[in-house]
């Protein structure tokens, strides 16, 4: 399975993005989903937790720094999953990584948990 992100750009404190994450190569109806990011100049080990959401869209878990402000979703028709993302701050500076599917758990909630991961995609927000 090869996911691909997009959505990422330059926005400023307040704006809103939408991050999209579509898959390829298999199907995600079954797996749970995620965001994590990556803050510049930080190495991978300490990619940060966003959000995951469970295969039916069920159960969603947020980190408490985007709690209220970011929401995931999920359209397993199109094979595809989303990080709608209001209220920006400085603070969600990051690189964007779409990350899916597990063999043990039913939310991705650590870097360690996801069987396949996307590229990234940049957000920048200007204060």
């Known amino acids: 399975v090869q996911l691909q992100a997009s959505g990422g750009g330059l926005v400023q404190a307040g704006d809103s993005l939408r991050l999209s994450c579509a898959a390829s190569g298999g199907t995600l109806n079954r797996d749970p989903v995620a965001w994590f990011r990556q803050a510049p100049g930080k190495r991978a080990y300490v990619r940060e937790f966003?959000?995951?959401?469970?295969?039916?869209?069920?159960?969603?878990i947020y980190a408490e720094s985007v709690k209220g402000r970011f929401a995931i979703s999920r359209d397993n028709a199109q094979n595809t999953f989303y990080l709608q993302m209001n209220s920006l701050k400085p603070e969600d500076t990051a690189v964007y990584y779409c990350?899916?599917?597990?063999?043990?758990?039913?939310?991705?909630?650590?870097?360690?948990?996801?069987?396949?991961w996307g590229q990234g995609t940049l957000v920048t927000v200007s204060s």
């Open positions: 990350a899916a599917s597990s063999s043990r758990v039913a939310l991705l909630t650590t870097i360690y948990d996801p069987k396949y």
């Open positions: 966003v959000s995951t959401i469970n295969y039916n869209s069920d159960r969603t």
